[in-house]
């Protein structure tokens, strides 16, 4: 069982920067594919970002790209997401997902992640 802790969500005005964490338990981390997913209140949860095992591929949702930066650090366990230039319709719950079957290729579909965070907040004002 892999446990996934995310941190860091908060307010901030719209042009400002947050950055995510997302904390694992597991010490077999670094075979796993990590994303970052979010859900907005009435809307499907979406992908956002994600990395593969080895950190040598990544993908970014359009809506994101040139602003996001999502990366790992093996010897924390840990995924982050680095949110520049923020806009309101950045706001939504974001959740870090993992799968250790995603290997050489960013999974973009929610339902190919097995294990998830509780989620964490981000509200961009206007």
């Known amino acids: 069982q892999v446990q996934l802790v995310e941190s860091g969500g908060g307010l901030v005005q719209s042009g400002g920067s947050l950055g995510l964490s997302c904390a694992a338990s597991?010490?077999?981390?670094?075979?796993?594919?990590m994303s970052w997913f979010r859900q907005a209140p009435g809307k499907e949860r979406e992908f956002v970002a994600g990395?593969?095992?080895?950190?040598?591929?990544?993908d970014y949702a359009d809506p994101v790209k040139g602003r996001f930066t999502i990366s790992r650090d093996r010897s924390k366990n840990t995924v982050f997401l680095q949110m520049n230039s923020l806009k309101p319709e950045d706001t939504a719950v974001y959740y870090c997902?993992?799968?250790?079957?995603?290997?050489?290729?960013?999974?973009?579909?929610?339902?190919?992640?097995?294990?998830w965070g509780q989620g964490t907040q981000v509200t961009v004002s206007s």
């Open positions: 597991t010490r077999s981390f670094s075979r796993y594919g």
């Open positions: 997902a993992a799968d250790i079957r995603i290997q050489s290729t960013v999974a973009v579909s929610h339902r190919q992640y097995a294990y």
């Open positions: 990395i593969t095992w080895s950190g040598s591929n990544t």
